[in-house]
């Protein structure tokens, strides 16, 4: 499969844990995209990476949230000290390196659940 | 105000209806435009992009209008399998920090 992957599919923690989100992106894609998804809502912007590069945060992002991208290939996105507001969706999307703006593929995303 | 707004609806139509969705974006400098669908509990997937001069595929039409900054989605001829959520999608200028915004979806129920 090609694709975009998360890993892992589901995650349940406890409140005050951390967790570690990662997405391999379709290989030759150099934008990278996070959101988070919420029961009857659209996917929230968390950030965007090209190639290593961290380019814009969501004011949504508090300091608990993380991610990164060493190498411009794979992200992770990590969740420190989680909450229970914190449960949702968290889909990463990638584009390829066009000039002009590209749909993006997602993955099938993490889903969080915070107890 | 929102960067991307769309009527959450639901919209409940029957079979074999035309029904049509429109999305407002703030962003007068945007530059690419898309529809998403999403199905319950699965990732988003393109559903078509939306070019200046409006464009069709099969059963679905989108059109923009940038002097009103808006969008839409026209679907013909409804099927069950087109109940889903449609989001609508505005991709920021590339010369920025370009990133894709969502609108929050509507919700389209096809009934028998």
């Known amino acids: 499969d090609t694709g975009v992957s998360q890993d892992p599919r589901h995650k349940i923690t406890k409140r005050g844990q951390n967790v570690t989100f990662r997405c391999d992106p379709i290989s030759e894609h150099n934008r990278l995209y996070w959101y988070r998804q919420t029961l009857g809502q659209g996917p929230e912007f968390l950030t965007y990476?090209?190639?290593?590069?961290?380019?814009?945060k969501s004011r949504l992002l508090s300091d608990r949230f993380s991610a990164e991208r060493p190498k411009g290939s794979f992200s992770t996105l990590e969740i420190q000290r989680t909450e229970q507001g914190d449960s949702a969706m968290y889909l990463c999307a990638s584009s390829p390196p066009t000039q002009y703006a590209h749909e993006a593929f997602f993955g099938q995303g993490t889903r969080l659940t915070v107890v | 105000r929102k960067e991307v707004e769309q009527d959450p609806g639901p919209f409940n139509v029957p079979e074999g209806a035309t029904v049509a969705f429109n999305c407002t974006y703030s962003?007068?400098?945007?530059?690419?435009f898309f529809w998403y669908r999403q199905d319950c509990r699965k990732e988003p997937k393109l559903l078509m992009s939306?070019?200046?001069s409006g464009n069709e595929d099969g059963r679905f039409t989108a059109q923009l209008n940038r002097a009103s900054q808006y969008i839409s989605l026209l679907i013909r001829d409804s099927k069950l399998s087109d109940s889903a959520t449609y989001l609508c999608v505005v991709n920021m200028p590339y010369s920025s920090a370009s990133k894709i915004i969502f609108g929050s979806g509507t919700r389209l129920s096809i009934r028998p």
């Open positions: 939306v070019y200046s």
């Open positions: 962003n007068s400098a945007s530059q690419s």
């Open positions: 990476f090209q190639n290593e590069a961290q380019l814009e």
